[in-house]
């Protein structure tokens, strides 16, 4: 195989909110909260899956158009954590060299600068609790937390948000950066015996149960390749289970929240939920995540909010790996220059205060080394998805076909070209030294 391409939220305590105010948060803490697999629809779902999100969302900055740098979590949130692209950062698998004399485990290399180790290097005490797997610290994630904690494989909010209060409460002398993540939706999450979806139709008399061998196997033949031929009432099985893990990680993040907001600490704090990738069911073909490049899998949750800013919904696009400048900007963080640099995205700021910024969104995965794909989403609704492997590639207009349904490219030869120029050029860019 050649070499790969390569919700946020705030809630302000304030009193008098404003969108000067967000201009001077100089030592204010920060708290990121990484709902892992989580969709940009599952919030505001008709169903009401995140009643505690949506509140928060309605008094922050709510980015409506957030896309990920990857469909998976371990080059996703590499991305979000150096606002590098990942064939820039390097973790773009499990394994940098595999092969049957030599395993060796991917790691983020020691000249880039993570989140955390721009917040120590301000002065900020700083923790992650996470569930493992995708995020463990021997990718490169443990650097520059002063405690990471990674010990429950797939573990979710329920082991983390208390653990994390209890940090807080024995922290809140010193101003702190807070990494809180659970894989509470994703699908090897374990679920308690009996699970059972209140979403689940009653007349289901489909195959599934919503065991985690059954996931795992529509998983494997999504890797493979292979059909995985589920009817339309099994794929709605699975999102019905989906919705219900959502809801319950949102029922664990407003117990969290609550006792969080009674800490004097609240008043000072801004708070980044985030998704770092999707979920498909059935669309396209596939099941899962990491294989494809489709906004299922892309489109995440991104809502920031700052101490005395007003809230507002901004549709303009933006990246996850916009999230560090932003952070930086705001808070006047000590990055030095090479850090600068390093930092491929750009600052919101400007969006927030009604300035205009037209962020064009480039993703790629090498899923497991069994696919090779990369894709330019534009900031006007082009989007391409190129396959290194195929050599073939799909256009669409998202405007008008937001599902991605209808492929464009032997009808606009002319924009598939051109953007196809740009993925490329995008994939020869080298990180800065």
């Not at 998976?72 to 940098?96: E, I, R």
């Not at 955390?116 to 569930?131: D, I, K, L, N």
């Not at 059954?214 to 494997?220: H, I, N, Q, T, Y």
């Amino acid at each position: 195989m050649r070499a790969p391409l390569r919700l946020c939220l705030v809630l302000l305590f304030a009193a008098t909110p404003s969108r000067a105010a967000a201009a001077s948060l100089a030592g204010d803490n920060v708290i990121v909260v990484d709902f892992d697999t989580l969709r940009a629809d599952a919030l505001e779902n008709p169903r009401g899956l995140t009643p505690n999100l949506d509140a928060l969302a309605a008094r922050s900055f709510r980015f409506t158009t957030a896309v990920a740098q990857a469909p998976w979590t371990l080059p996703s949130t590499m991305s979000f954590f150096t606002s590098l692209y990942p064939h820039q950062h390097g973790v773009l698998n499990k394994y940098a060299v595999f092969s049957e004399d030599r395993k060796e485990l991917a790691r983020l290399p020691s000249r880039f600068s993570t989140m955390a180790e721009v917040f120590r290097r301000s002065g900020y005490a700083t923790a992650g609790f996470t569930g493992d797997a995708g995020v463990g610290s021997e990718f490169g994630f443990g650097r520059g937390f002063d405690v990471y904690f990674d010990s429950v494989s797939f573990g979710g909010f329920d082991t983390t948000f208390p653990l994390a209060l209890n940090w807080l409460k024995d922290h809140s002398d010193r101003k702190f950066f807070l990494f809180i993540h659970g894989y509470d939706v994703h699908g090897q999450f374990p679920l308690p015996a009996g699970f059972r979806s209140r979403f689940a139709d009653p007349a289901y008399r489909g195959p599934f149960t919503g065991a985690e061998s059954e996931f795992l196997d529509l998983r494997m033949k999504t890797i493979k390749g292979e059909p995985i031929s589920i009817s339309t009432g099994d794929a709605r099985f699975w999102r019905d289970r989906y919705d219900e893990q959502t809801l319950r990680a949102d029922e664990r993040f407003g117990r969290f929240w609550k006792e969080f907001g009674a800490l004097a600490v609240s008043s000072r704090t801004v708070v980044v939920i985030m998704g770092d990738h999707g979920e498909q069911f059935g669309e396209h073909g596939g099941f899962d995540h990491g294989m494809t490049l489709y906004d299922e899998l892309l489109r995440v949750p991104l809502i920031i909010g700052v101490p005395g800013a007003a809230p507002e919904r901004i549709d303009a696009q933006v990246r996850l790996i916009d999230v560090l400048p932003t952070l930086v900007d705001w808070l006047g963080l000590s990055a030095d220059s090479q850090t600068r640099r390093q930092m491929q995205g750009a600052s919101l700021v400007p969006l927030t205060r009604g300035r205009p910024l037209a962020l064009d969104a480039f993703a790629e995965t090498s899923f497991l080394l069994q696919t090779e794909k990369c894709a330019l989403r534009t900031s006007d609704g082009w989007k391409l998805v190129y396959d290194f492997e195929t050599l073939d590639s799909e256009l669409y207009d998202l405007r008008r076909d937001p599902g991605e349904k209808r492929d464009l490219r032997r009808e606009r030869l002319d924009v598939a070209k051109t953007l196809a120029e740009r993925l490329l050029r995008w994939n020869a860019a080298r990180a800065p030294d």
